[in-house]
């Protein structure tokens, strides 16, 4: 349970939506997780900072946290933007929402204040600590996005050297197998793999070109037995 308090002011009466309950638990909830002190974070290796009267969370966050679904969040939040109330900065994983007016709302005396920051310490740690791990997460996801993005000759021309002529006249049939459309055209054969070490599976390749009888120039794999076969031999050797 976090200590401390804020400040609502009567004027909320005025508002049309007063009678609507959603609408104010979700304002009292932003006002309630707003920070009352900056705080800032790391993502992608650089520092964000969060100003008094932000906080970061997400739509499916705040449904969790008020009971509110996440449909009816997001209408909500759009309400409150209309009305100046909000601020929202969006990501694919998170928002910034910022109180608009939030100072002028929350102001206090200077005893109020230092009572206030103590209180509201350990909510700002635990905060930082879950911004660290999403960060780590978006780095893996990122690392890995960034391999898919690149094309699989791209890719292949990275580790060519380490192959000789004749076993590099084995490319276009490898490639040409590899790069194969997935049912709905959006992913290649290599990009559905969990790992894809290029140089460890064209070695593999050359290994079983005889069962696969490779010795014609072009190759096609073009039914899923003939795949299957190969993706099996690749994976015995992996």
């Not at 100046?84 to 694919?92: A, E, L, R």
């Not at 709905?184 to 593999?204: A, H, I, L, P, Y």
């Not at 079983?208 to 795949?227: G, L, M, S, Y």
Request: aromatic share 10%.
């Amino acid at each position: 349970m976090v200590d401390g308090f804020i400040l609502v002011w009567r004027k909320l009466m005025d508002k049309g939506y007063y009678k609507k309950s959603h609408y104010i638990h979700l304002w009292l909830h932003l006002l309630f997780k707003a920070n009352f002190k900056k705080t800032n974070f790391i993502w992608n290796g650089k520092e964000v900072i969060l100003e008094r009267g932000q906080f970061l969370t997400g739509r499916k966050k705040l449904s969790e946290e008020t009971g509110i679904r996440p449909g009816t969040i997001e209408n909500i939040l759009k309400m409150f933007e209309n009305e100046h109330q909000i601020k929202q900065q969006k990501t694919n994983l998170f928002r910034i929402i910022t109180i608009i007016n939030y100072d002028k709302m929350q102001k206090l005396n200077n005893n109020n204040d230092n009572e206030m920051t103590t209180n509201e310490q350990q909510n700002d740690n635990e905060m930082t600590h879950i911004n660290k791990e999403k960060n780590d997460n978006k780095e893996k996801k990122e690392e890995k996005e960034t391999i898919l993005e690149k094309s699989l000759l791209s890719l292949f021309n990275e580790i060519k050297d380490s192959f000789s002529p004749e076993e590099l006249t084995n490319k276009d049939a490898f490639l040409k197998c590899w790069t194969e459309k997935n049912k709905n055209g959006r992913k290649e054969r290599w990009q559905m793999q969990k790992t894809f070490d290029v140089s460890r599976r064209f070695r593999t390749w050359l290994r079983n070109k005889e069962k696969w009888n490779t010795d014609k120039k072009d190759i096609v794999i073009d039914n899923d037995q003939a795949f299957n076969e190969a993706m099996e031999a690749i994976d015995n050797e992996m």
